[in-house]
């Protein structure tokens, strides 16, 4: 089956880069140029994956992302001329898969593209789990088959990656985990990403922790070395 991937970009000359590229990988783009036209196209038809432009005429492409995310879990690329950190770290934080900033070389959206699919690909199905499977560890539940992860009794929602760094983490507790080796277990291509995605999905993981319970913080930052995770109080 033909993968089908959606491209939001208001550029033309872009947009025509950019389905070249994918179309050389075999893959069919559609294209639209409005957040509005956009939606439209994603509650009509599944898509594999989605390459979002930040800045579009009638709207934000991060906050067309922050609507998706409250429903879907489709691969998202942006792909954006803001380039800066701020952004980069945002758009991770919102949900994306990916940033590629502009300019950029079509071959390397393309391979970058290839990653994410085969990443996402990869990722555990939750709807085909069954439910006896669970493992509890002080204040965490970890239900595998149904990649979905319990604190304190309550259900996390979890991104893909949020769920694989914390399930990393969770199945050596205590262990201090450097940026590398929680990419490591977590990224099925680490090399698509870098370490300071890490950070950005620590950072929501306590906050989602600490909707649930603010008292206190299951997370530790070892400076200079990474990261580890308590799972009780200390005895």
């Known amino acids: 089956m033909t993968i089908q991937i959606l491209l939001v970009e208001d550029e033309r000359s872009i947009a025509e880069i950019v389905q070249f ?32 432009d930040i800045g579009l005429p009638d709207g934000s492409g991060l906050e067309l992302l922050k609507r998706l995310r409250r429903g879907s879990e489709v691969p998202v690329v942006i792909l954006s001329a803001r380039d800066a950190e701020l952004d980069r770290v945002l758009g991770l934080e919102l949900g994306a ?19 994410v699919l085969k990443r996402a690909k990869r990722s555990p199905a939750p709807e085909i789990a069954p439910a006896h499977d669970a493992r509890s560890g ?14 304190r009794g309550r259900p996390l929602a979890l991104t893909r990656y949020e769920y694989l760094l914390l399930k990393t983490l969770l199945e050596q507790p205590e262990r201090v985990f450097s940026r590398a080796q929680l990419m490591d277990g977590a990224w099925p291509d680490p090399a ?33 070395l990474g990261y580890s995770l308590r799972i009780t109080d200390p005895a």
């Open 138 to 151: 002080g204040w965490f539940q970890l239900d595998e088959p149904r990649a979905s992860i319990r604190f």
């Open 192 to 224: 698509a990403s870098f370490e300071r995605s890490v950070d950005t999905h620590i950072k929501t993981l306590r906050a989602k922790l600490r909707e649930i319970d603010p008292s206190v913080d299951p997370i530790r930052t070892h400076r200079g």
């Open 97 to 115: 898969d990916d940033f590629i900033g502009k300019p950029f070389s079509p071959r390397e959206l393309a391979a970058r593209v290839k990653a």
């Open 21 to 52: 590229a994918l179309a050389g990988e075999g893959f069919q783009t559609t294209w639209r140029s409005l957040t509005g036209e956009a939606e439209a196209e994603l509650s009509a038809k599944p898509y594999d994956l989605v390459v979002l």
